[in-house]
């Protein structure tokens, strides 16, 4: 079937740079999301690819090449306020929709 | 514009019961989704709505249900409460087109 897979948890140092990657197994898709989840709080839409290649917004980018059948979310300068939860999701051909389980991004000091 | 409402914040039930959730998309937002979320677990997709109908629907039981009004208000309801229902139900409003989904703040339902 259609899925998603992430790391379920990445760690690394403030002011350090992190890679999240969302690889899947079938093709047929619109785009390709990104959020972010604090504790306690609900998602906020981070990043979009409709198309191969980087988007940049600020710190944050977003790659995806359909041809690899996978996607990253880049944090750069990372502080601690990015500590949380990062997930990626697609909207098939059929608009089903596709999430990760989410990555869990611990930034040490 | 004002952000995706959803109403009641909280709510605490026991087994059994049954509940309503209610959800305002953003205004021009024809499509609303629902989720259930558990702690430390992902999203699960319950059901998405588009102008009235539903587009998309989740793995879960019957005793979840939805609908969506002409003013793209969407409500959700689960009957028969059973303990593993509680969690922090999210409505999404989905702008068409780029496909972003605007999360509201969560219902946080607790069963007893």
């Known amino acids: 079937g259609q899925s998603l897979e992430q790391p379920s948890e990445v760690t690394a140092v403030e002011g350090a740079i992190v890679q999240i990657n969302c690889t899947y197994q079938?093709?047929?898709?619109?785009?390709l999301s990104w959020y972010q989840q604090h504790d306690g709080g609900a998602p906020t839409f981070l990043s979009y690819?409709?198309l191969d290649g980087l988007e940049e917004t600020g710190r944050f980018s977003s790659f995806l090449s359909r041809s690899d059948s996978y996607g990253y979310l880049l944090l750069q300068e990372l502080q601690m306020k990015d500590s949380a939860s990062y997930f990626c999701?697609?909207?098939?051909?059929?608009?089903?929709?596709?999430w990760g389980a989410g990555t869990k991004l611990i930034i040490k000091p | 514009k004002a952000g995706v409402t959803q109403t009641p914040r909280y709510l605490i039930k026991t087994r059994g019961q049954q509940v309503t959730l209610s959800c305002s998309p953003i205004?021009?937002?024809?499509?609303v989704s629902w989720y259930q979320q558990t702690p430390g677990q992902g999203l699960q997709f319950l059901f998405e709505?588009?102008?009235?109908?539903?587009?998309n629907k989740g793995n879960f039981p019957g005793r979840f249900s939805g609908r969506q009004f002409s003013n793209s208000r969407s409500e959700m309801n689960v009957s028969t409460l059973e303990l593993g229902d509680s969690a922090l139900y999210l409505c999404?409003?989905?702008?068409?087109?780029?496909?972003?989904?605007?999360f509201g703040p969560g219902t946080r339902l607790t069963v007893l």
């Open positions: 999404a409003s989905v702008q068409e087109g780029r496909d972003t989904q605007y």
């Open positions: 205004s021009g937002h024809r499509s």
């Open positions: 709505y588009f102008s009235e109908t539903q587009r």
């Open positions: 079938t093709s047929g898709f619109y785009g």
């Open positions: 690819n409709a």
């Open positions: 999701a697609v909207r098939w051909s059929n608009y089903q929709l596709i």
